[in-house]
């Protein structure tokens, strides 16, 4: 991710902020449904997000309607 410019230097930062990008891409990936999601793995990884594809595995793993997203969010908001 160094080489695409993502990442700055191979410090902790740099990779929890690649973590974050990867995090975010997986999760567009997910609910973007009209996507070819074979196409949109294969570009994420071409730009040196390789980690994409298993983490959109993931989260179709995951049971969302036992989830509550409005009180993941308050909670989240809550710090500012």
């Known amino acids: 991710m160094i080489k695409f410019g ?3 230097d191979d410090s902790l930062n740099s990779r929890i902020n690649a973590m974050e990008d990867c995090i975010i891409r997986a ?3 997910v609910v973007m449904e ?3 999601i074979e196409s949109y793995c294969k570009t994420n990884i071409q ?3 390789v980690g994409v594809p298993a983490m959109i595995e993931k989260i179709n793993e995951i049971d969302f309607t036992q989830l509550n997203i409005n009180d993941i969010i308050s909670k989240m ?3 500012y």
């Open 47 to 49: 730009c040196g997000f």
């Open 34 to 36: 009209d996507k070819d």
């Open 77 to 79: 908001t809550e710090s």
């Open 6 to 8: 993502y990442m700055y």
């Open 27 to 29: 999760m567009c990936g």
